[in-house]
């Protein structure tokens, strides 16, 4: 098996899923960062195709402005050529940078939250090219904007989201608009509903699915280009007071995609790694 | 001067050091997680004159102590909370502060804070006249208070003569 590598982001996703830390690993959540947190994040992400398996790698930046506002950078290194489609919830080489907003905040109860996170962010293109059928492109910087919703508790987790991203034309070049959305249910058993000095493990079942719109290539809509898939897989999320590791791995249950054009992409999978600094910064009385 | 200076600043200490919190048991609204625990005990923290800071993330419940002479308020408390990203709700507390008022409107001021509650009673009153204008440990339940804001009234269980 082949195995080509690309450093890429974890956190290139619209920025509602820089939380990762907080929540799945493939799927939109809405966590944010509190106020004056630092987070950082990094990881790998594997999409395995039947004309390649390439790894992506980066590392992602989050500062809480307030307690429902977190600014958040990605700066991803890419390797390798695994020739598929393009993607939002696995990112490419694209650098990006935005804002996540947690416009609704409703605190229920004892250990539960309900609560609507949007982000906005530019997609710029990072220094590596892509490959592929995306891989000649003149590329042109992007907006990424999603929304998530969901619910938060001690023992059950449940959110969706979906997002958009939309490149620029250049050199009558462009990269596909990509539609992504998603769906995730955690849990936390019983007996794992400990004290925050210890480790927090939880449960997740993520469904992702993307829609790429046509690849438009020196003015001409490439044929065929577009393509449809879903995928469905479990994660693990294990955290400890301010660092966290989560792992996840997903296989299609539909696909909509020219073999011809981007091979068979058969497995994606993610391992990540979080570090939170909060602040301990407290106003005079 | 100098010299009555001096003597006025050591006759205010002993006065600054008879009033503060105690205690405060404070209950917290939306905390799922270990990180959202370790980012309240972080906030808690940092605030001056903390003792020690507990987290129950089943019951919500943030059991603060405090050291004797601190000037930390109820604010910096909910503060803690809300720059989280939480709520705050009911909170037991255990506080000395100067009774002030009158018979029928009692008030607790805790004095090196701008705390000032109104006092009521949680079951049949006590005699409180013979303690106005003196400095008293109070515990007793503030209610939830607004985002940004204290409550008004502390609803006292008992209150004793601080000797």
């Known amino acids: 098996m082949k195995f080509l590598m690309v450093l890429a982001g974890v956190f290139t996703l619209p920025a509602v899923a820089l939380a990762s830390d907080h929540g799945p690993v493939f799927g939109y959540a809405t966590p944010v960062n509190s106020q004056r947190e630092l987070s950082f994040d990094t990881g790998i992400f594997g999409r395995s195709g039947s004309q390649a398996t390439q790894l992506s790698t980066g590392s992602s930046f989050g500062y809480g402005l307030t307690p429902h506002i977190t600014l958040n950078a990605f700066l991803p290194a890419t390797f390798g050529a695994g020739s598929l489609p393009e993607s939002r919830i696995i990112s490419g080489s694209e650098w990006s940078a935005g804002a996540s907003w947690r416009f609704l905040h409703s605190v229920t109860s004892v250990g539960k939250r309900i609560e609507s996170t949007a982000s906005l962010g530019l997609v710029v293109p990072g220094p590596q090219q892509d490959s592929g059928v995306l891989a ?9 904007g999603s929304v998530a919703t969901g619910l938060a508790s001690r023992s059950q987790y449940l959110w969706a989201g979906g997002g958009y991203t939309r490149f620029a034309e250049a ?3 462009r990269r596909p608009d990509t539609l992504s959305w998603s769906g995730v249910y955690g849990y ?4 794992l509903r400990r004290g925050y000095n210890q480790w927090d493990y939880r449960g997740f079942a993520e469904l992702t699915g993307e829609h790429t719109g046509n690849v438009q290539k020196s003015g001409t809509i490439l044929s065929g280009s577009s393509t449809t898939s879903v995928w469905l897989g479990p994660s693990v999320l294990a955290i400890f007071k301010n660092v966290a590791i989560s792992g996840g791995v997903q296989d299609p249950v539909f696909r909509d995609a020219s073999d011809s054009i981007y ?5 994606r999978f993610a391992i990540n790694f979080s570090y939170l600094k909060y602040s301990s910064h407290a106003s005079s009385n | 001067m100098k010299k009555m200076i001096v003597a006025a600043f050591f006759a205010f200490i002993p006065l600054a050091a008879h009033a503060e919190y105690e205690r405060v048991n404070l209950t917290v609204f939306g905390m799922d997680c270990a990180p959202c625990a370790h980012a309240i005990h972080v906030s808690m923290k940092g605030i001056e004159g903390l003792d020690t800071v507990d987290v129950d993330l089943n019951t919500g419940l943030v059991t603060i102590k405090l050291i004797p002479g601190n000037s930390a308020s109820m604010r910096q408390f909910n503060q803690a909370v809300e720059k989280n990203g939480f709520a705050h709700k009911n909170a037991e507390i255990v506080v000395r502060g100067k009774l002030a008022g009158s018979a029928n409107a ?12 109104a006092l009521s ?13 003196k400095t008293v440990i ?3 339940e503030l209610p939830p208070a607004p985002k940004g804001k204290i409550p008004d009234t502390l609803r ?8």
């Open chain 1, 188 to 191: 936390r058993p019983a007996k």
């Open chain 2, 106 to 117: 009692l008030v607790l001021e805790v004095s090196g804070t701008q705390d000032r509650y």
């Open chain 2, 138 to 140: 109070v515990t007793g």
């Open chain 1, 136 to 144: 000649n492109l003149h590329r042109a910087p992007g907006v990424a």
């Open chain 1, 171 to 173: 050199s009558n070049d």
């Open chain 2, 156 to 163: 006292y269980k008992t209150i004793t003569e601080v000797r």
């Open chain 1, 263 to 267: 091979g068979h992409e058969h497995l």
């Open chain 2, 121 to 133: 009673p949680m079951a049949a009153s006590l005699d409180t006249v013979s303690l106005l204008g």
